[in-house]
Protein backbone atom coordinates (compact mmCIF):
# COMPACT_ATOMS: atom_id res chain seq x y z
CA UNK A 1 0.00 0.00 0.00
CA UNK A 2 1.24 3.07 -1.46
CA UNK A 3 2.34 5.98 1.82
CA UNK A 4 -0.16 8.33 1.98
CA UNK A 5 1.37 11.93 0.47
CA UNK A 6 1.17 15.32 2.76
CA UNK A 7 -1.72 16.66 1.55
CA UNK A 8 -3.62 13.20 2.55
CA UNK A 9 -2.16 13.37 5.57
CA UNK A 10 -3.44 17.24 5.99
CA UNK A 11 -6.80 15.85 4.97
CA UNK A 12 -7.34 12.89 6.72
CA UNK A 13 -9.60 13.60 9.82
CA UNK A 14 -7.56 11.52 12.24
CA UNK A 15 -4.67 14.23 12.07
CA UNK A 16 -7.08 17.01 12.13
CA UNK A 17 -6.33 17.84 16.28
CA UNK A 18 -2.82 18.77 14.95
CA UNK A 19 -2.03 19.30 11.06
CA UNK A 20 0.50 22.00 11.82
CA UNK A 21 3.67 19.54 11.54
CA UNK A 22 2.36 18.17 8.18
CA UNK A 23 2.36 22.22 6.89
CA UNK A 24 5.87 22.45 8.44
CA UNK A 25 7.02 19.68 6.17
CA UNK A 26 4.77 20.80 3.01
CA UNK A 27 6.42 24.42 3.14
CA UNK A 28 9.88 22.56 2.57
CA UNK A 29 7.93 22.30 -0.96
CA UNK A 30 6.53 26.29 -1.17
CA UNK A 31 4.19 24.98 -4.35
CA UNK A 32 3.37 21.44 -4.79
CA UNK A 33 1.98 19.41 -7.48
CA UNK A 34 -0.85 16.91 -6.80
CA UNK A 35 -1.37 14.05 -8.84
CA UNK A 36 -4.76 15.28 -9.99
CA UNK A 37 -2.58 18.27 -11.48
CA UNK A 38 -3.60 20.76 -9.32
CA UNK A 39 -1.17 23.02 -7.17
CA UNK A 40 -0.81 23.71 -3.33
CA UNK A 41 0.83 27.09 -1.99
CA UNK A 42 1.90 26.90 1.67
CA UNK A 43 4.32 29.70 1.76
CA UNK A 44 3.23 32.99 3.23
CA UNK A 45 4.89 35.72 0.46
CA UNK A 46 3.74 33.16 -1.87
CA UNK A 47 0.04 32.99 -0.92
CA UNK A 48 -0.24 36.90 0.24
CA UNK A 49 1.07 37.50 -3.68
CA UNK A 50 -1.00 34.83 -5.47
CA UNK A 51 -4.32 36.67 -2.99
CA UNK A 52 -3.33 39.31 -4.91
CA UNK A 53 -2.73 38.77 -8.13
CA UNK A 54 -5.28 39.28 -10.72
CA UNK A 55 -4.05 36.17 -12.90
CA UNK A 56 -5.45 33.62 -9.98
CA UNK A 57 -9.63 33.62 -10.65
CA UNK A 58 -11.85 32.78 -7.82
CA UNK A 59 -15.19 32.10 -10.63
CA UNK A 60 -16.08 28.74 -9.81
CA UNK A 61 -17.40 28.64 -13.68
CA UNK A 62 -14.08 28.24 -14.74
CA UNK A 63 -13.34 25.44 -11.75
CA UNK A 64 -15.55 22.27 -12.39
CA UNK A 65 -14.15 20.82 -8.83
CA UNK A 66 -15.44 24.16 -7.08
CA UNK A 67 -18.69 24.05 -9.18
CA UNK A 68 -19.00 20.53 -8.12
CA UNK A 69 -18.41 20.38 -4.94
CA UNK A 70 -16.63 23.88 -3.31
CA UNK A 71 -19.61 26.33 -3.59
CA UNK A 72 -21.78 23.99 -1.24
CA UNK A 73 -20.51 26.04 1.71
CA UNK A 74 -22.29 28.16 0.56
CA UNK A 75 -25.07 27.03 -0.91
CA UNK A 76 -23.79 28.05 -4.36
CA UNK A 77 -24.11 25.68 -7.68
CA UNK A 78 -22.01 26.89 -10.55
CA UNK A 79 -22.71 25.01 -12.98
CA UNK A 80 -26.68 25.49 -12.73
CA UNK A 81 -27.82 22.09 -11.52
CA UNK A 82 -28.39 20.25 -8.43
CA UNK A 83 -29.37 22.70 -6.02
CA UNK A 84 -29.90 25.58 -8.50
CA UNK A 85 -27.76 28.34 -6.47
CA UNK A 86 -26.77 31.57 -8.13
CA UNK A 87 -22.66 32.44 -7.16
CA UNK A 88 -22.17 34.84 -5.03
CA UNK A 89 -19.12 37.70 -5.33
CA UNK A 90 -17.06 34.97 -3.18
CA UNK A 91 -17.25 33.15 -6.57
CA UNK A 92 -16.69 36.07 -9.04
CA UNK A 93 -13.87 37.80 -10.42
CA UNK A 94 -14.47 41.81 -10.93
CA UNK A 95 -15.61 43.72 -12.68
CA UNK A 96 -18.74 41.52 -11.21
CA UNK A 97 -17.15 40.93 -7.75
CA UNK A 98 -16.74 44.23 -7.01
CA UNK A 99 -20.20 45.57 -8.20
CA UNK A 100 -22.08 43.17 -5.72
CA UNK A 101 -20.03 43.14 -3.14
CA UNK A 102 -20.41 47.54 -3.07
CA UNK A 103 -24.15 46.78 -3.52
CA UNK A 104 -23.84 44.46 0.09
CA UNK A 105 -21.34 46.57 1.65
CA UNK A 106 -23.53 49.23 0.85
CA UNK A 107 -25.91 48.24 3.79
CA UNK A 108 -23.08 46.63 5.81
CA UNK A 109 -20.33 49.46 6.24
CA UNK A 110 -18.42 52.23 5.65
CA UNK A 111 -18.78 54.56 3.93
CA UNK A 112 -22.69 53.90 3.37
CA UNK A 113 -23.06 52.52 6.43
CA UNK A 114 -20.63 52.54 8.94
CA UNK A 115 -22.01 52.12 12.16
CA UNK A 116 -23.85 48.75 11.63
CA UNK A 117 -20.98 46.49 12.88
CA UNK A 118 -20.07 49.21 15.41
CA UNK A 119 -23.95 49.66 16.74
CA UNK A 120 -24.44 45.97 17.57
CA UNK A 121 -21.11 45.92 20.34
CA UNK A 122 -23.52 46.53 22.96
CA UNK A 123 -25.87 44.06 22.25
CA UNK A 124 -23.13 41.40 21.25
CA UNK A 125 -22.13 42.16 25.14
CA UNK A 126 -25.56 41.66 26.44
CA UNK A 127 -25.71 38.02 24.44
CA UNK A 128 -22.23 37.40 25.90
CA UNK A 129 -23.24 37.86 29.36
CA UNK A 130 -26.65 36.40 29.17
CA UNK A 131 -24.45 33.10 27.69
CA UNK A 132 -22.07 33.07 30.45
CA UNK A 133 -24.93 34.09 33.10
CA UNK A 134 -26.40 30.59 32.14
CA UNK A 135 -23.43 28.81 32.91
CA UNK A 136 -23.60 29.85 36.62
CA UNK A 137 -25.15 26.56 38.07
CA UNK A 138 -23.27 24.32 36.09
CA UNK A 139 -19.58 22.51 37.07
CA UNK A 140 -19.60 21.53 33.07
CA UNK A 141 -20.12 23.53 30.07
CA UNK A 142 -19.71 22.92 26.14
CA UNK A 143 -17.81 26.01 24.81
CA UNK A 144 -19.41 25.36 21.22
CA UNK A 145 -22.85 24.69 21.99
CA UNK A 146 -23.16 27.11 25.14
CA UNK A 147 -20.65 30.23 23.87
CA UNK A 148 -19.00 29.69 20.33
CA UNK A 149 -21.69 28.84 18.10
CA UNK A 150 -25.15 30.83 19.60
CA UNK A 151 -23.15 33.90 20.03
CA UNK A 152 -22.52 34.59 16.35
CA UNK A 153 -25.63 32.74 15.23
CA UNK A 154 -28.00 34.82 17.46
CA UNK A 155 -25.60 38.29 15.67
CA UNK A 156 -26.38 37.02 12.31
CA UNK A 157 -29.89 36.24 12.43
CA UNK A 158 -30.62 39.81 14.25
CA UNK A 159 -28.60 41.34 11.49
CA UNK A 160 -30.12 39.88 8.77
CA UNK A 161 -33.44 40.08 10.17
CA UNK A 162 -34.06 36.23 10.84
CA UNK A 163 -36.81 36.19 12.98
CA UNK A 164 -36.37 34.70 16.56
CA UNK A 165 -36.13 30.60 17.10
CA UNK A 166 -35.10 30.26 12.78
CA UNK A 167 -31.73 29.31 13.53
CA UNK A 168 -32.97 25.75 14.49
CA UNK A 169 -34.44 25.63 11.63
CA UNK A 170 -30.91 26.09 9.21
CA UNK A 171 -28.45 24.57 11.35
CA UNK A 172 -29.65 20.88 9.86
CA UNK A 173 -28.89 22.17 6.28
CA UNK A 174 -25.69 24.35 7.37
CA UNK A 175 -24.15 21.54 8.80
CA UNK A 176 -25.33 19.20 5.68
CA UNK A 177 -23.94 21.73 3.24
CA UNK A 178 -20.41 21.74 5.33
CA UNK A 179 -20.42 18.09 5.72
CA UNK A 180 -20.46 18.13 1.61
CA UNK A 181 -16.95 20.30 1.09
CA UNK A 182 -15.76 16.95 2.99
CA UNK A 183 -12.82 15.88 0.36
CA UNK A 184 -12.50 12.36 1.96
CA UNK A 185 -16.52 12.26 0.55
CA UNK A 186 -16.62 10.47 -3.19
CA UNK A 187 -18.18 13.18 -5.68
CA UNK A 188 -21.57 11.55 -5.88
CA UNK A 189 -21.90 11.80 -2.13
CA UNK A 190 -21.26 15.30 -2.05
CA UNK A 191 -23.72 16.16 -4.83
CA UNK A 192 -26.27 14.20 -2.82
CA UNK A 193 -25.45 16.02 0.06
CA UNK A 194 -25.19 19.37 -1.49
CA UNK A 195 -28.67 19.09 -3.10
CA UNK A 196 -30.64 17.94 -0.34
CA UNK A 197 -28.62 21.05 1.75
CA UNK A 198 -29.13 23.79 -0.87
CA UNK A 199 -32.91 23.50 -1.80
CA UNK A 200 -33.74 23.60 1.41
CA UNK A 201 -31.54 26.69 2.55
CA UNK A 202 -33.00 28.28 -1.02
CA UNK A 203 -36.61 28.23 -0.16
CA UNK A 204 -35.68 29.39 3.56
CA UNK A 205 -33.54 32.73 2.50
CA UNK A 206 -36.23 32.99 -0.73
CA UNK A 207 -39.20 33.36 1.85
CA UNK A 208 -37.05 35.95 4.14
CA UNK A 209 -36.33 38.09 0.82
CA UNK A 210 -40.17 37.91 0.18
CA UNK A 211 -41.03 39.11 3.77
CA UNK A 212 -38.30 41.73 3.95
CA UNK A 213 -39.53 43.50 1.20
CA UNK A 214 -42.88 42.83 1.69
CA UNK A 215 -42.60 44.67 5.32
CA UNK A 216 -39.15 45.69 5.47
CA UNK A 217 -37.38 46.64 9.08
CA UNK A 218 -34.16 47.98 9.78
CA UNK A 219 -31.89 44.78 9.16
CA UNK A 220 -29.32 44.52 6.48
CA UNK A 221 -31.77 41.73 4.35
CA UNK A 222 -34.42 44.10 4.02
CA UNK A 223 -32.00 47.03 3.25
CA UNK A 224 -31.10 44.92 0.15
CA UNK A 225 -34.22 43.60 -0.37
CA UNK A 226 -35.23 47.29 -1.03
CA UNK A 227 -32.32 49.31 -2.29
CA UNK A 228 -32.71 50.98 -5.71
CA UNK A 229 -28.74 52.51 -5.47
CA UNK A 230 -26.42 53.61 -7.34
CA UNK A 231 -25.73 50.67 -9.43
CA UNK A 232 -29.46 48.94 -9.31
CA UNK A 233 -31.17 47.00 -7.42
CA UNK A 234 -29.53 43.18 -7.05
CA UNK A 235 -31.18 40.24 -9.03
CA UNK A 236 -33.21 38.52 -6.87
CA UNK A 237 -31.49 35.17 -7.47
CA UNK A 238 -28.71 37.03 -6.55
CA UNK A 239 -29.60 38.25 -3.48
CA UNK A 240 -30.98 35.09 -2.12
CA UNK A 241 -27.22 33.80 -2.47
CA UNK A 242 -25.89 36.54 -0.92
CA UNK A 243 -28.29 36.18 2.05
CA UNK A 244 -27.34 32.88 2.68
CA UNK A 245 -23.51 33.28 2.32
CA UNK A 246 -23.94 36.02 4.62
CA UNK A 247 -25.99 33.95 6.87
CA UNK A 248 -23.51 30.80 6.89
CA UNK A 249 -20.02 32.78 6.37
CA UNK A 250 -21.25 34.93 8.84
CA UNK A 251 -20.91 32.69 11.74
CA UNK A 252 -19.31 29.40 11.06
CA UNK A 253 -16.08 30.85 10.90
CA UNK A 254 -16.18 32.88 14.18
CA UNK A 255 -18.00 29.73 15.83
CA UNK A 256 -14.15 28.22 15.47
CA UNK A 257 -12.94 31.22 15.87
CA UNK A 258 -13.94 31.79 19.17
CA UNK A 259 -13.83 27.67 20.32
CA UNK A 260 -10.09 27.68 18.95
CA UNK A 261 -9.45 30.73 20.65
CA UNK A 262 -10.79 29.31 23.74
CA UNK A 263 -8.53 25.94 23.74
CA UNK A 264 -5.75 28.35 23.24
CA UNK A 265 -6.58 30.12 26.28
CA UNK A 266 -6.94 26.87 28.25
CA UNK A 267 -4.00 25.13 27.07
CA UNK A 268 -1.62 28.60 27.84
CA UNK A 269 -3.02 29.45 31.55
CA UNK A 270 0.02 32.43 31.94
CA UNK A 271 -2.15 34.10 29.00
CA UNK A 272 -5.09 33.47 30.34
CA UNK A 273 -4.57 35.53 33.42
CA UNK A 274 -2.94 37.64 31.17
CA UNK A 275 -6.57 38.58 29.60
CA UNK A 276 -7.65 38.10 32.69
CA UNK A 277 -5.74 40.93 34.41
CA UNK A 278 -6.17 43.18 31.36
CA UNK A 279 -9.32 43.04 28.97
CA UNK A 280 -7.96 44.99 26.23
CA UNK A 281 -5.27 42.42 25.30
CA UNK A 282 -8.06 40.95 23.48
CA UNK A 283 -7.55 42.86 20.51
CA UNK A 284 -3.78 42.27 20.00
CA UNK A 285 -4.90 38.48 21.02
CA UNK A 286 -7.56 37.88 18.28
CA UNK A 287 -5.16 38.80 15.54
CA UNK A 288 -3.01 36.40 17.35
CA UNK A 289 -5.50 33.59 17.56
CA UNK A 290 -6.64 34.46 13.55
CA UNK A 291 -2.78 33.20 13.26
CA UNK A 292 -1.71 30.32 15.02
CA UNK A 293 -5.08 29.13 15.02
CA UNK A 294 -6.89 30.21 11.69
CA UNK A 295 -11.05 29.46 11.75
CA UNK A 296 -10.16 28.96 7.77
CA UNK A 297 -7.46 26.69 6.74
CA UNK A 298 -7.10 26.56 3.35
CA UNK A 299 -8.73 27.87 0.30
CA UNK A 300 -9.39 25.74 -2.58
CA UNK A 301 -10.88 25.92 -6.22
CA UNK A 302 -8.93 28.62 -7.38
CA UNK A 303 -7.80 28.80 -10.86
CA UNK A 304 -4.80 30.24 -12.98
CA UNK A 305 -5.51 32.25 -15.80
CA UNK A 306 -2.10 32.26 -17.21
CA UNK A 307 0.75 30.87 -16.70
CA UNK A 308 2.38 31.97 -13.38
CA UNK A 309 5.87 31.45 -12.01
CA UNK A 310 6.02 32.14 -8.53
CA UNK A 311 8.65 30.52 -6.06
CA UNK A 312 10.54 28.36 -9.35
CA UNK A 313 7.40 26.61 -10.21
CA UNK A 314 5.13 27.58 -12.92
CA UNK A 315 1.45 27.00 -12.36
CA UNK A 316 0.34 26.17 -15.95
CA UNK A 317 -2.84 27.91 -16.88
CA UNK A 318 -5.95 26.30 -16.02
CA UNK A 319 -4.53 24.45 -12.73
CA UNK A 320 -6.92 24.59 -9.84
CA UNK A 321 -4.67 25.92 -7.06
CA UNK A 322 -5.38 25.49 -3.20
CA UNK A 323 -4.12 28.50 -0.97
CA UNK A 324 -3.44 26.12 2.10
CA UNK A 325 -3.43 29.99 4.83
CA UNK A 326 -2.54 27.90 8.73
CA UNK A 327 0.83 26.77 6.79
CA UNK A 328 1.60 30.52 5.60
CA UNK A 329 0.29 31.78 8.69
CA UNK A 330 3.40 29.84 10.32
CA UNK A 331 6.09 30.32 8.22
CA UNK A 332 9.14 31.28 10.10
CA UNK A 333 10.32 32.94 6.82
CA UNK A 334 7.61 35.28 7.63
CA UNK A 335 7.25 35.32 11.40
CA UNK A 336 9.55 34.83 14.17
CA UNK A 337 8.71 31.44 16.75
CA UNK A 338 5.76 30.71 14.52
CA UNK A 339 4.76 27.95 16.35
CA UNK A 340 4.31 30.08 19.71
CA UNK A 341 1.03 31.87 20.72
CA UNK A 342 2.45 35.12 21.64
CA UNK A 343 -1.10 37.58 22.39
CA UNK A 344 0.89 40.75 21.64
CA UNK A 345 2.89 39.80 19.18
CA UNK A 346 4.26 42.76 16.99
CA UNK A 347 3.90 41.23 13.62
CA UNK A 348 0.53 40.48 13.40
CA UNK A 349 0.07 40.43 9.86
CA UNK A 350 -1.70 37.36 9.19
CA UNK A 351 -3.53 35.26 6.62
CA UNK A 352 -6.35 34.48 8.78
CA UNK A 353 -9.15 36.58 6.53
CA UNK A 354 -7.54 35.72 3.35
CA UNK A 355 -6.46 38.78 1.36
CA UNK A 356 -6.86 41.02 -1.95
CA UNK A 357 -10.29 41.72 -3.22
CA UNK A 358 -11.72 38.62 -1.52
CA UNK A 359 -10.45 39.78 1.99
CA UNK A 360 -13.38 38.58 4.44
CA UNK A 361 -16.12 40.46 3.98
CA UNK A 362 -17.33 39.88 8.03
CA UNK A 363 -13.65 40.34 9.39
CA UNK A 364 -14.97 43.34 11.81
CA UNK A 365 -17.72 41.77 12.90
CA UNK A 366 -15.73 38.19 13.86
CA UNK A 367 -13.10 40.24 15.35
CA UNK A 368 -15.55 42.18 17.75
CA UNK A 369 -17.64 38.95 18.68
CA UNK A 370 -14.01 37.12 18.95
CA UNK A 371 -12.94 39.73 21.69
CA UNK A 372 -16.41 40.49 23.40
CA UNK A 373 -16.80 36.45 24.00
CA UNK A 374 -13.13 35.56 24.98
CA UNK A 375 -13.18 38.58 27.08
CA UNK A 376 -15.88 37.52 29.23
CA UNK A 377 -14.86 33.69 28.90
CA UNK A 378 -11.39 34.65 30.72
CA UNK A 379 -12.87 37.24 33.29
CA UNK A 380 -15.88 35.34 34.13
CA UNK A 381 -15.87 32.15 34.57
CA UNK A 382 -13.92 30.66 37.49
CA UNK A 383 -10.99 28.05 37.36
CA UNK A 384 -11.50 26.46 33.16
CA UNK A 385 -10.29 23.62 32.58
CA UNK A 386 -10.18 20.89 29.79
CA UNK A 387 -11.89 18.06 29.97
CA UNK A 388 -9.81 16.07 27.53
CA UNK A 389 -6.91 17.48 25.19
CA UNK A 390 -7.44 17.20 22.22
CA UNK A 391 -11.11 17.27 21.97
CA UNK A 392 -13.20 15.66 19.29
CA UNK A 393 -12.95 18.00 15.71
CA UNK A 394 -15.50 19.09 13.21
CA UNK A 395 -14.60 16.44 10.35
CA UNK A 396 -13.90 19.45 7.81
CA UNK A 397 -9.94 20.25 6.91
CA UNK A 398 -10.78 23.78 5.35
CA UNK A 399 -13.25 25.39 8.23
CA UNK A 400 -11.24 23.77 11.20
CA UNK A 401 -12.45 23.70 14.44
CA UNK A 402 -13.47 21.60 17.91
CA UNK A 403 -17.09 20.05 17.16
CA UNK A 404 -17.44 20.12 21.33
CA UNK A 405 -15.03 21.83 23.58
CA UNK A 406 -16.45 20.37 27.68
CA UNK A 407 -14.53 22.40 30.22
CA UNK A 408 -15.08 21.97 33.76
CA UNK A 409 -15.91 25.60 36.04
CA UNK A 410 -15.80 26.17 39.96
CA UNK A 411 -18.79 29.06 39.49
CA UNK A 412 -19.39 32.24 37.44
CA UNK A 413 -18.78 35.68 38.11
CA UNK A 414 -21.30 38.17 38.19
CA UNK A 415 -20.86 40.77 35.70
CA UNK A 416 -18.39 43.69 36.92
CA UNK A 417 -17.26 41.44 39.92
CA UNK A 418 -14.70 40.32 37.85
CA UNK A 419 -11.96 42.01 39.42
Partial sequence: MAQPTIWEQILDTANRANPYPYYEE???TPVTRLPDGSYLVSTYAEIAALLHDPRVSSDITRNPAAAAAGAAATGEDGDGDGAGMTPTFLSMDPPDHDKFRRITMRHFGPPTTPGRVAGMEERMAEIV???VDDMADRGRIDVVDDLAYPLPVTVICELL????GDEQRFRV????ALQSTDPGLDP??????????GKELRAFMQELVDTHRRAPGN??????ATDDGPEGRMPDEQLVSTGLLLLIAGHE????LISNGAL??????AELQRLRDDPGLAIPMVEELLRYEPPVHFIPFRTALDDIEIAGTTIPAGASLTLVLAAGNRDPAHVTDPGLFIPDRRNNQHLGFGGGVHLCFGAPLARLEAQIALTQFATRLENPRLVSDPPPYRPSPFLRGPSHLPIDIDGVLAPGQEN
Fill in 219 to 224: DLLSAM
Fill in 161 to 164: GVPP
Fill in 129 to 131: TDL
Fill in 26 to 28: LRK
Fill in 253 to 256: TTVN
Fill in 173 to 176: WVDV
Fill in 188 to 197: ETQQKKRVEA
Fill in 264 to 269: TLLRHP
